[in-house]
């Protein structure tokens, strides 16, 4: 939590696995995208954490897990996948 200023210009793995995560939820900034890049180029075990989230994004998407919805008796195919 120290070493926030050393991150600005080169971000570390820590901010990287930070920024695939939220990356899930929402969408990053151009500038945030830019320096995951950067550093998915240099670093071999952000490409693969970045691979497995993106598996795990995949498999989200493909098998939608209603966790919060309760199982009624509406179907729930078709509901929010391809365009
Ligand atoms: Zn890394």
Do not use: I
């Not at 995560?21 to 995951?36: A, H, I, K, Q």
């Not at 598996?55 to 996948?81: E, H, V, W, Y």
């Amino acid at each position: 939590m120290t070493d926030t200023h050393k991150t600005r210009l080169k971000p570390t793995c820590r901010e990287v696995h930070r920024l695939v995560s939220e990356g899930l939820d929402r969408e990053l900034s151009l500038v945030e995208r830019t320096r995951m890049r950067l550093h998915l180029m240099v670093c071999d075990a952000c490409t693969r954490f970045n691979g497995q989230m993106s598996l795990l994004r995949k498999a989200m998407r493909g098998f939608p897990l209603d966790m919060d919805a309760p199982p009624g008796p509406t179907n729930p195919s078709d509901k929010d996948g391809q365009p």
